[in-house]
């Protein structure tokens, strides 16, 4: 479509030499008192224009934001670039290469399907700990990842020959997220537009929940499903409604012994609390010019753990000197700067905006704290840890085994006693905090003082640092502090996720086993940002977030029955106790070690060759060709039965008659108990599959890894080993009950799914509050569609995967305020009905949908649920059978 330019905004901006086309807000009424966020949708808006689905309607409604109102009215964001990783990005590139297939058998041009807007992929998801604590454990674990995912990183390479404006960055380079900081982030993107270049802020979404990273840059951006980047990527605008925004004001200064970890956690319980569900979060006021660009990033990359859409700064000095510390060009710095002081863009504290709520953190006041054991917004300050220990072990071990433990002797001699509350996994990691210097060269001054101590780790804790990017060892071993990281064997041992993404790897046998047998609940600590159930290690009950340095101090405890101010981490060779804040270091040593290890040199450096990879790389054979050549007997790759017997026209909606319930779930049921993550085991039906298809136990990587085959995934969905599904009395794990079968008897969720759908009986899900929140799994989705879901009925959903289930196809319901399943009395041993659905077919989306619930004795439960299509693209989406569909038929068309 055409740019309409109803405000006669177009004009040009010259930079030095340099002329940009650009759109000016100052062309509309009322765009300089907006956020910072919300001018940078209205550009948005007013460069696509198109008098369609743009109209000159929605620029008025965005320029007059009333900043009081809840949102009801819809835009289309159309994001300037897709950033992905390679869990989440494989499906998308899978999806990709079917669609061209498709386009094919519609009898299209498969060349037409590429990316639109530039695409990222950053290979971090794949690197598992299998090695650590020794010098040669980073290039063991790069080995064994590629031995795991050759056939992937061949998939990857044959996208990046195959299709325009999509790039890999391979494995071992870093963090998706820092190295969008650190590399990909534009700020202000120049792009040439019909002949000429044209300058506009760089907004993006991701494949990742903690895409917000990029907000500490002013960059506005957020996670999306992986359905959405898709649509993103093919040029598809994302619908949203105008947010509401909160001002959130920083004063004072951190003190010091705080990091910036604490303050993340600090203000991850301060929003948790007001609620900011599907808001911008905006930092302003004096105080923001003070916060370094690292801890900007740091906050900003915890906006999912709030629960808010973006959590954005604004552009100013510091964030030009961090562009040039990065080693970006001066012409691109000089972009930003005039660019953003021309669009009312550039930071002033002293105009004071409206904001719809507004909340206030005084930073001295920010105490040293953790969190856990379940959840990121469980916050504990240091000093109440071991009480608040003392309290949480009770739901994790039996009464009156609360400091139970178990003798164990290792091959190479160590021997220890394993108590309930050892700290069996101690990992810095995550982009969270490596990005971050200030933490990392706390962690690495600790360790210094720890060894001139005499301290050591204690002999069963899984120590690992994988950094986010290879500048950090960079700074570390021009620092010196490589080798007293290593003397508490805290070796680097890989470029990626890592532990926060479940990829901590085995624990030693002697170690699991002891665990295993006893029924010990033990811990893990690392730098990360998620410790949900059951997602670091199968082996750890109890998972807790802490900066880096207090990693390494809980290595040293090694267990979280600690109290760090009043027991001694040891003795010196004197014999005289030595106390964490004997060995912690002070604001002015980080600072100093910051000044002398840290240079611009550094980034170009390791950026300058980012997408070339090593030699792993360099020699994987890669398939050519514009459609790809699926290998049948691929256990990775393989083609999705999404297009399957699809038709230029969409068959119209029907109501839903006759379906069961396949799950009934309670509260803040995450996308990790949905979707397939982690590892898993020889006797669960995806373990049970791929034996069948000859893969060995030693060799079935995880679920993130074989996300490009469906076959796999639909096997794991539900499959979480804590999911608790009411069917079942005190059972965990991916079973429910079986109503084809007499008497009902208990299965696995996926044996079900397939005899309900040889049956033809639809399915569909209960749910508490807050559905699907956690990181924005596609295959929460794509799984609950290929299992045969129709529709989720839930007292609240997590914004992502609503719209993700609506880009599959799947019915989000809401039960109205004040019901739930508990209180219409349903046990989800009833037959549902759903009728209403069928009005979408007129161009229509009510309101509500009327959902009879029939019990076995024949007596009936009727209720309105609210249909949460909120968009009018929404059901366009829904009404072709998903996003994809919907995108591939008008494309042929």
């Known amino acids: 479509m055409s740019n309409v330019d109803s405000f006669k905004s177009k004009g040009t901006l010259e930079v030095g030499s340099n002329s940009y086309e650009i759109y000016r807000l100052s062309a509309v009424e009322g765009s300089e008192k907006l956020p910072f966020s919300l001018k940078v949708l209205l550009e948005n808006l007013l460069r696509t224009e198109d008098g369609a689905n743009i109209t000159e309607g929605h620029i008025k409604a965005l320029a007059s934001w009333d900043p009081s109102a809840e949102p009801d009215t819809e835009i289309q964001f159309t994001p300037a670039r897709v950033v992905m990783q390679d869990f989440t990005g494989v499906p998308c590139i899978v999806d990709l290469a079917t669609m061209r297939e498709a386009v094919k058998d519609l009898g299209g041009d498969p060349s037409k399907i590429n990316p639109l807007a530039p695409a990222e992929l950053v290979i971090d998801h794949s690197v598992q700990i299998d090695a650590f604590g020794s010098a040669d454990a980073m290039e063991r674990n790069m080995d064994i990842e590629y031995q795991r995912n050759g056939e992937r990183y061949q998939f990857l390479r044959w996208g990046q020959t195959a299709f ?45 929940s903690h895409t917000t990273m990029v907000n500490g840059l002013g960059v506005l951006g957020w996670g999306v499903g992986g359905i959405e980047a898709e649509a993103a990527m093919l040029g598809q605008p994302v619908s949203m409604l105008i947010p509401r925004v909160v001002g959130f004001k920083l004063s004072g200064e ?46 900003g990359n915890m906006s999912p753990e709030f629960g808010s859409t973006a959590a954005i700064f604004p552009i100013d000095q510091v964030t030009l000197d961090y562009l040039r510390l990065t080693g970006r060009s001066e012409e691109q710095i000089a972009l930003v700067e005039a660019y953003t002081k021309e669009q009312g863009l550039w930071h002033d504290p002293e105009v004071e905006v409206e904001y719809s709520e507004y909340l206030e953190l005084d930073l001295s006041t920010v105490v040293p704290s ?34 139970k433990s178990q ?200 950026y300058g060759t980012i997408f070339d990879g ?69 006797d669960t039906p995806a373990g049970k599959y791929l034996i069948e298809n000859g893969v060995e136990r030693k060799d079935f990587n995880s679920y993130g890894s074989r996300r490009g085959n469906h076959e796999v995934m639909i096997r794991g969905t539900f499959a979480n080993i804590r999911l608790q599904n009411q069917l079942l009395d005190g059972v965990q794990g991916g079973f429910t009950r079986d109503f084809t079968l007499e008497g009902a008897p208990q299965t696995t969720i996926y044996d079900a799914s397939q005899n309900y759908q040889a049956a ?69 041993t009833e037959v549902f009905d759903i009728a209403g659905v069928e009005e979408l077919n007129n161009g229509t989306t009510p309101k509500t949908l009327k959902v009879t619930a029939t019990k076995a004795d024949g007596s009936t439960t009727s209720f309105d649920a609210v249909l949460r299509i909120d968009t009018p693209g929404e059901a366009d989406y829904y009404r072709n059978g998903g996003i994809l569909q919907y995108v591939l038929r008008s494309l042929v068309k």
């Open 760 to 828: 033809g009986i639809p399915l569909v899900v209960l749910g508490g509050k807050e559905y699907g929140s956690g990181s924005s799994r596609d295959w929460a989705a794509k799984g609950t569609k290929l299992l045969g879901v129709a529709a989720v009925i839930a007292e609240s959903f997590e914004r992502i995967h609503r719209s993700n289930l609506i880009g599959m196809g799947v019915l989000p319901l809401q039960f109205a305020a004040g019901e739930s399943a508990e209180t219409l009395g349903l046990d989800g």
């Open 370 to 403: 953790i969190s856990g054991p379940k959840r990121p917004q469980d916050r504990i300050e240091l000093t109440d840890a071991k009480s608040q220990f003392a309290k949480d072990i009770h739901n994790y071990a039996q009464p009156g085994e609360e400091a």
């Open 164 to 208: 325009d404006d999509f790039k890999v960055v391979p494995p071992g380079m870093g963090i998706v997220h820092q190295v969008n900081i650190e590399y990909l982030a534009r700020v202000v993107m120049a792009r040439e537009v019909d002949g000429v270049v044209r300058a506009y802020p760089d907004t993006l979404v991701g494949t990742d």
């Open 407 to 606: 003798p164990v002797s290792m091959p190479d001699g160590r021997e220890f006693e394993l108590r309930n509350g050892a700290v069996a996994i101690a990992s810095i990691t995550s982009c969270t905090n490596t990005s971050n210097p200030s933490v990392m060269l706390a962690a690495g001054l600790l360790a210094r003082k720890a060894r001139e101590k005499g301290l050591n780790s204690k002999p069963w804790v899984k120590t690992s640092i994988a950094p986010g990017s290879k500048v950090v060892t960079d700074y570390y071993t021009k620092a010196g502090l490589i080798e007293d990281l290593e003397a508490l064997n805290f070796f680097v041992v890989g470029y990626g996720c890592a532990t926060c993404i479940g990829n901590s790897g085995p624990l030693e046998d002697e170690i699991s086993q002891a665990i295993q047998e006893q029924d010990l609940s033990v811990t893990a600590v690392l730098s990360g940002n998620r410790n949900f159930e059951g997602r670091i290690s199968p082996d750890v009950k109890m998972n807790y977030l802490a900066s880096p340095p207090l990693v390494i101090a809980y290595a040293l405890a090694g267990t979280m029955d600690f109290d760090f101010e009043n027991q001694p981490l040891g003795q010196d060779s004197e014999g005289a106790d030595v106390y964490l804040k004997d060995i912690w270091p002070s604001p002015e040593e980080i600072q100093s070690v910051i000044d002398s290890s840290i240079d611009t040199e550094m980034f170009s450096n390791e």
């Open 614 to 682: 090593d030699a792993r790389w360099q020699q994987l054979d890669t398939p050519e060709g514009n459609t790809f050549a699926w290998d049948p007997k691929s256990t990775y790759v393989r083609k999705p039965t999404y297009f399957e017997g699809m038709t230029l026209e969409p068959a119209p909606v029907s109501d839903i008659k006759g379906a069961r319930v396949l799950a009934k779930l309670g509260d803040s049921v995450t996308t990790d108990h949905i979707s397939p993550a982690g590892s898993f085991k020889a």
């Open 254 to 299: 951190i003190p010091a012994g705080v990091t910036a970890t604490d303050v993340v956690l600090t203000i991850t319980d301060m929003l948790r609390q007001h609620g900011v569900v599907g808001k911008f979060v905006e930092f302003y006021g004096k105080g923001v010019s003070a916060v370094p660009l690292a801890n900007r990033a740091t906050i």
